[in-house]
């Protein structure tokens, strides 16, 4: 027995790029903080293989000779999430808050301690972060370090007004704090001059409030308290949803709110009540009516304003009538924004290095490797295509890498355990996670004020990004990057050159990118799709591309990347379907694209039109083998089958729960849209209730939905060719990419699918 | 003392809490213990399966984890703690095998619940909080 050293604080030195893919002969920069260590070596490297276990290849990485090679002084710097507008104000007209008159409604949503109850899919009970809400700005300029400016506020959630006379604060606070959940209207008027400050806090009736109107016992207050009309004038900027704080330098979010602000405006009483600023949060600047980061002031003075961190948008506002769903077809509906205090979009830090990929660079997965006190820590970046473009490409889902980006479920969920049918296994990273909670959270889990998370970046550090990091849920197994570097691995080993593409590439490119490929591959797990994408690869096997889909969940949820800002990657959720929280109603539109969030299966682009199959059940136990099918002895499918016995079981082995078919899975679901000459292959061996039918196929509740009940629980391999020469080959099943090194690669998961890679990559049209 | 939203919600869980753990006395039996035993990852018996499911869906705080020292292990029983390094509390005994940690997470409930029916003649569900049963 031995005690297990402390690991949680080993990790000193952390970065992440401003880029997720580059091409040869561009620039990607490298931001980097570091905690302790005076300085960090850094350089590139090539990663081969993720899995570090003895039970495959194991972790390998080559250093890539550049100017990177060195050692770099380590600084410091925060990474502080909440998110905010900051108005530009470059004449100071909301500076001084004399004779002002403020008006902003407000929807708090953790206006004190008291969250209660288990919340989302996985009954999240407990945050990992400790409540700071005790001080949430709704505007303001003020400066708590020298304690100037005004701000209106929530104090333990009071309304509060703060302003300085001669650098001494003074506040004026409502006798009842607020009611989470319901929309109140504050309304602050200062005296020109000396006179009576006064603040009026009147709840609204709206349709959204968590209680009736009936039941509420909500009632309108007033205080007011004398001022000398000394305001002493800070020179921070306005913010909308926190207060500004000066850090190394730099102005990070303080005091942020946990809600919805909207309808907000200041007039100057001595000037005939003229506008200082008014502004709309539902108006978009854009002509695709898109709510992006721009803030409109719709007065004449211009205070337009930009927002931080990724606060949401596209929300109901106070005067939303509860019929429209659309923030583009009613802007004055959507005059809100949602904040949270555990927001964080970029954690701006200054560049630490700039590397110029060398023109020559081979298309793959790289990482600046960053090591202090011993430790390494792996900032990857793709490398696309060179001047020599090779026939396959492999298309890593960074999509679902970011929805997945520092999840921490494991340690907040109740229902985690019981979901995955075994305890959770964490490991340094997630302590390191752990304490680094300002690093963000992923898609799936919820904000500290109960909301779901619907945006990710990777403008800060991905501790789940690391090559050899292993879920929590996966029993030791591979996900995301790591496992998608089995496939990179293999095509390797196969002598297969590639080049690496990822979701935003496809995105922004759409079908050109891949319009000279003949082979596209997928990563393991290529859930969030974007419109642009799945029309993409539409097109490829419409025109005689060939898809080898070796994951599972595929092409699953609609998913939608910031036009002006691609490092974030939006993600809303409908109230249908398998999903890990709910957006409310009339939130669930998407402001970086205006698509409608939830499952393509439910808006006429299944997955099973393109790939065959669609998904069908997750469980986190025990995986298994595939037996064959009839049609695999067609002898259309008898390339596939070369080397394999009639009466083989195919993988029945691996680093994922021990076979090719779980983790998630699909099946072969003709109704809804597998084109009709798709033959099944092989179906997976049995598996076990925690292995649930998924509730998209669920219209009523019926007992009996488990693997060993439910004929629909299974994993389904699949082949279709198509009329254009073209077709696809799938899996329907993320664990399948844990078995291609079994054995060296001698076993029957990487013979098939290398044999699929050669007929796939030669130019005889697929039959 | 007025009675608040989340008491009359804490009652309710209680009672539930109670009708279950009444059906776990019963039901929670040597043979569920066997079955764990044999394949903490594969348990297909029905009865056994609901004990399980009861074991592993209590409250996050205080519950075990199981954490993973270096590429092949060994492991460690952990428990969440917020305010702890990394918010958990890693256990000194280690385990070659992480089947067999999962199976020293099943014993130490198995124990909480049998002392608990020592201590009260019936389990208590408030009493799992913090062993994270």
């Known amino acids: ?99 002002f008159l403020i008006r902003a409604a407000i929807f708090p949503t953790l206006p004190r301690n008291d969250r209660s109850g288990t919340l989302g899919a996985y009954r999240i009970s407990q945050s990992s972060v400790a409540f700071q809400g005790q001080h949430q700005s709704v505007l303001g300029t003020w400066d708590s370090a020298t304690k100037t400016g005004w701000a209106l506020t929530l104090e333990d959630g009071y309304p ?9 604060p003074r506040t004026v606070r409502v006798a009842t704090g607020v009611t989470s959940h319901h929309w109140y209207e504050l309304v602050v ?56 704080a000066l ?30 600023a008014r502004w709309h949060f539902g108006r978009s600047g854009r002509a695709d009516g898109l709510l992006l980061s721009s803030v409109l002031d719709e007065s004449p003075n211009g205070l337009h304003g930009r927002c931080y961190n990724g606060p949401v948008r596209g929300v109901t506002g106070p005067t939303f009538q509860g019929v429209v769903e659309d923030f583009r077809t009613a802007p004055d509906q959507f005059d809100a924004i949602h904040f949270h205090d555990d927001d964080i979009e970029d954690a701006r830090w200054p560049i630490a290095i700039t590397f110029d990929v060398p023109v020559d660079m081979q298309s793959g997965v790289y990482a600046f490797r960053l090591t202090a006190d011993g430790v390494d820590h792996h900032v990857p970046f793709f490398v696309g295509k060179g001047s020599r473009r090779n026939d396959v490409a492999l298309l890593f889902p ?49 904000h500290n004020d109960g909301s779901g998370v619907v945006f990710s970046s990777f403008k800060r550090p991905l501790i789940t990004m690391q090559p050899r990091y292993r879920a929590s849920f996966m029993s030791e197994g591979t996900w995301g990057l790591p496992a998608d570097l089995s496939i990179t691995h293999w095509l390797e080993t196969a002598g297969c050159d590639f080049d690496a593409i990822t979701d935003q590439d496809l995105d922004r490119e759409g079908f050109e990118l891949i319009s000279n490929y003949r082979v596209v591959i997928t990563g393991s797990h290529p859930e969030y799709m974007t419109r642009t994408e799945l029309d993409a690869l539409e097109e490829f096997t419409a025109r005689g591309g060939r898809l080898m889909y070796l994951g599972g969940n595929g092409f699953y949820a609609t998913t939608s990347y910031d036009p002006d800002s691609p490092h974030v990657v939006e993600i809303r959720r409908a109230d249908g379907g398998t999903r890990p929280h709910q957006s409310p109603f009339a939130e669930r539109r998407h402001v970086t694209s205006g698509e409608s969030a939830g499952l393509w299966r439910n808006k006429g682009k299944a997955p099973e039109r393109l790939v065959g199959v669609g998904m069908s059940a997750q469980g986190f136990d025990r995986c298994t083998y595939y037996e064959r099918l009839e049609d695999s002895f067609d002898a259309r499918a008898a390339f596939i089958f070369e080397g394999v016995g009639p009466d083989e079981r195919l993988g029945d082995f691996g680093i994922i729960g021990g076979g090719a078919a779980g983790s998630e899975i699909d099946f072969y679901n003709p109704v809804l849209g597998t084109p009709p000459g798709t033959l099944v292959l092989a179906t997976s061996g049995p598996l ?4 649930l039918l998924v509730a998209e196929e669920l219209y009523e509740q019926l007992p009996g939905l488990g693997g060993t009940e439910q004929p629909s629980v299974r994993s389904d391999v699949v082949y279709g060719a198509l009329d254009s020469g073209g077709g696809f080959f799938s899996v329907g099943s993320i664990a399948w990419t844990g078995s291609l090194a079994y054995n060296a690669y001698e076993n029957n998961i990487a013979r098939v699918t290398t044999n699929v890679l050669r007929r796939f990559r030669d130019p005889e049209p697929l039959k | 003392m007025t009675r608040t939203a989340t008491d009359r919600a804490a009652e309710l869980l209680a009672t539930f809490a109670r009708r279950s753990a009444a059906r776990m006395q019963s039901e929670f039996t040597e043979r569920v213990v066997e079955l764990h035993d044999v394949d903490p990852l594969r348990v297909m018996d029905d009865g056994a399966n609901r004990v399980l499911r009861i074991l592993r869906s209590q409250p996050i705080s205080g519950k075990h984890l199981i954490y993973c020292m270096g590429p092949d292990g ?60």
């Open chain 2, 74 to 133: 060994p492991w460690s029983l952990a428990r969440v703690t917020h305010g702890a390094p990394g918010n958990l509390v890693i256990l000194p005994e280690t385990f070659d095998d992480y089947e067999d940690a999962m199976r020293a997470v099943f014993r130490a409930r198995r124990a909480h619940f049998l002392e608990s029916l020592a201590h009260t003649g019936t389990e208590d569900h408030s009493s799992h909080r913090n062993e994270g049963s």
């Open chain 1, 189 to 244: 008027e200062t005296p020109a001059g000396r006179g009576s400050v006064s603040l009026t806090c009147t709840p609204i009736p709206h349709g959204m409030n968590r209680v009736a109107p009936a039941a509420d016992g909500l009632h309108p207050e007033e205080v007011r308290a004398e001022a000398t009309g000394a305001w002493a004038v800070s020179a921070m900027p306005l913010r909308i949803g926190a207060l500004a």
């Open chain 1, 688 to 691: 076990s209730d925690t292995y």
């Open chain 1, 160 to 168: 509060t007004f703060m302003w300085s006379e001669g650098g001494e």
């Open chain 1, 1 to 99: 027995m031995n005690a297990p050293a402390d690991v949680s604080g080993s990790q000193t030195v952390f970065g992440y790029t401003n880029r997720l893919s580059v091409l040869p002969g561009e620039e990607v920069s490298l931001h980097v903080s570091c905690e302790g260590p005076v300085t960090y070596q850094a350089c590139v490297v090539q990663l081969h293989h993720g899995f570090d276990g003895s039970a495959g290849p194991g972790f390998l990485e080559t250093v890539v000779p550049t100017r990177v090679d060195g050692v770099y002084p380590g600084y410091t710097y925060r990474c502080q999430p909440g998110s905010y507008v900051e108005i530009d104000d470059p004449s100071g007209l909301t500076s001084n808050p004399d004779g």
């Open chain 1, 247 to 276: 850090s190394e330098e730099r102005l990070v979010a303080s005091a942020a709110f946990n809600g919805k602000i909207g309808g907000v405006s200041i007039r100057r009483q001595a000037e005939g009540s003229a506008w200082i």
């Open chain 1, 398 to 446: 960074t999509g679902t890498y970011l929805a997945y980006a520092n999840d921490r479920i494991a340690f907040e969920a109740d229902s985690m355990e019981m979901l995955l049918g075994h305890t959770p296994i964490v490991h340094a990273e997630d302590l390191v996670l752990q304490d680094h909670l300002e690093f963000g959270r992923s898609c799936y889990e919820i």
